[in-house]
């Protein structure tokens, strides 16, 4: 059966096209500083908003009613297979990712839970085998049943915790399964609400030991994806254990688990955190743990994650920007964490949706690529940073310098001259490199 009939297959027809079912800047086939656009940026459709969502929101009822909705249980999950195929192959995105409640419907225990899972995961395997589609990451939801309402790996009961384990050892049990090149970590609930009645200590410690038995059960069964935690703040505790990238990576290497986690980072996650995208990646870059990427965008004027799609095209050249500054994202990719909005909710709207994240990232690879061919900011920041090049800025840089030959220096009295960062003109250039690619 077919869902999306009356669409066919989505072709690149360039900039010069008036057909909004048609990529005007993705060219997967076009090669970028040496890789083509879709080893670049190695798409993924995320199951969740894309075939599970229907249009909620904390004011109103689902206005959103696919082919598959009318359908129940195991058979609307089987229904949502076939769907999720025929999008992937009409929009020639090669991944996808899920958490394992996106896929299969919870049952009454969790050994019913699991034997759903298991007949979804046989017709994944069977679709990605004649699709040569690929999972991207998979992850467990831990957040949204009742019992989770305290957490999970930092939950205060430990009857949770222990099935919160059990959760996890068949998710990553189906991450084998399917080939995942990731596995993400999505502490959904791992935070506090207040100091009162929490020990922060005795959770952090108890959310650690729940990732190293990943990391010893992941090696048990031979499951070699790269782990990935994705930082979030805010939503849905005050205080989430993962609020930044900074914080993520302060909390892996005081349990000394930064040599076997990445980060997942999302754009929208970063402007609730108070920065934006490229700030994260910059920070996980520079700490060796830029894993992949969750596309979309917040609404700035709303304090919660609306999960758009990625559009500002200054956000997306600046993010690959940084993505080709820290040589890629290796095995992770770019994957739309972004939902139609409410009152988009025909069908098409899902194909129109994701052409329009496409498009804005390829544009922005476009741009980014330029700015690094021609090295337009390298250069400005070379040259904002020559004072330590030579003389004393050379002894700083070096370790040759002390406090006692810096105040020797500094007596000396020798005019200190500063110079504008013309940021301005910065933005401009910037803008001007979009708009020409």
């Not at 009857?159 to 959904?188: I, P, S, T």
């Not at 499951?223 to 505790?237: V, W």
């Not at 004072?387 to 220096?409: H, M, N, P, R, W």
Request: aromatic residues 12%; charged residues 25%; hydrophobic residues 40%.
């Amino acid at each position: 059966m077919s869902y999306f009939s009356n669409i066919g297959k989505i072709q690149f027809e360039g900039k010069g096209s008036d057909n909004p079912f048609a990529f005007k800047h993705y060219n997967p086939e076009q090669v970028i500083l040496g890789k083509t656009m879709e080893e670049h940026l190695r798409f993924a459709v995320a199951y969740w908003h894309t075939f599970n969502a229907n249009g909620t929101d904390p004011f109103g009822s689902a206005t959103m009613f696919r082919e598959w909705d009318k359908l129940d249980g195991l058979d609307r999950a089987k229904a949502r297979v076939e769907a999720n195929f025929e999008f992937m192959d009409k929009l020639n995105i090669p991944f996808y990712c899920f958490h394992d409640v996106d896929i299969a419907p919870e049952g009454a225990t969790l050994q019913e839970t699991n034997k759903n899972l298991d007949v979804i995961v046989g017709l994944l395997k069977e679709n990605m085998k004649t699709s040569g589609k690929k999972l991207l990451w998979n992850t467990v939801n831990m957040f949204s049943h009742p019992r989770f309402v305290h957490g999970a790996g930092t939950t205060c009961n430990a009857d949770v915790y222990a099935y919160a384990g059990a959760q996890l050892k068949k998710g990553l049990e189906v991450g084998k399964e399917l080939g995942a090149e990731n596995y993400v970590f999505w502490g959904g609930r791992e935070g506090y609400e207040t100091l009162l009645n929490t020990d922060m200590g005795f959770e952090l410690d108890n959310l650690a030991r729940l990732y190293e038995m990943a990391l010893a059960y992941a090696k048990e069964i031979g499951f070699d994806a790269q782990f990935l935690i994705e930082p979030k703040p805010k939503e849905p505790t005050k205080h989430q254990y993962d609020f930044d990238a900074a914080t993520t990576i302060s909390f892996l290497r005081k349990y000394n688990l930064h040599n076997d986690f990445k980060l997942n980072l999302e754009a929208n996650h970063a402007t609730l955190a108070g920065h934006t995208f490229e700030h994260e990646i910059r920070t996980a870059a520079i700490n060796g743990m830029l894993g992949s990427l969750d596309a979309n965008q917040g609404d700035l004027l709303l304090g919660w994650d609306t999960d758009e799609f990625p559009t500002d095209l200054y956000s997306t050249t600046l993010t690959m920007y940084e993505v080709l500054k820290a040589g890629g994202i290796g095995r992770g990719g770019v994957n739309f964490d972004a939902k139609v909005r409410r009152a988009s909710f025909e069908a098409d709207d899902l194909f129109l949706g994701h052409i329009a994240g496409m498009d804005s990232f390829a544009w922005g690879l476009k741009a980014a690529a330029k700015l690094t061919e021609e090295k337009i900011l390298d250069s400005i920041v070379d040259n904002r940073y020559r004072t330590f090049k030579e003389g004393i800025g050379a002894d700083i840089v070096s370790g040759k310098a002390t406090l006692a030959s810096l105040e020797q220096y500094a007596l000396q009295n020798n005019p200190i001259r500063l110079e504008s960062g013309r940021q301005e003109r910065i933005r401009l250039q910037l803008s001007e490199v979009i708009f020409s690619v």
